[in-house]
């Protein structure tokens, strides 16, 4: 639902809180909270990207190609405000979807 509202400015505070509070491991993927979530921890971690991990993950379902690896990830460091991310998992693997990774080069 692309309507769904996210209160920002407390989802930053708790992100921020549980920083301070030693959680160094944040973990998003490109279709949460309708493509806002990759943005919002983006600006939750200015100022201290370097001292967490980020994890995020390749909608595996949405790839056509070998070139929509380099676009997604393109896209998601953008979105991340970032120039680099910690782990990158393929998202929604099934038996389908796996196949078409492992032929496309994704593994």
């Not at 973990?27 to 100022?47: C, F, I, M, N």
Request: proline content about 5%; aromatic content about 12%.
């Amino acid at each position: 639902d692309p309507n769904k509202f996210i209160d920002e400015e407390l989802a930053i505070d708790l992100i921020q809180y549980a920083k301070a509070q030693g959680v160094n491991y944040f973990d998003t993927a490109y279709p949460y909270h309708s493509g806002k979530s990759e943005p919002l921890l983006g600006k939750a971690v200015r100022g201290f990207r370097e001292d967490v991990l980020i994890a995020t993950k390749l909608p595996a379902w949405m790839v056509k190609g070998p070139e929509d690896f380099e676009k997604f990830l393109g896209e998601q460091l953008q979105r991340l405000a970032t120039d680099y991310v910690d782990i990158y998992l393929l998202h929604g693997l099934g038996s389908q979807t796996c196949a078409k990774m492992k032929d496309l080069g994704a593994l």
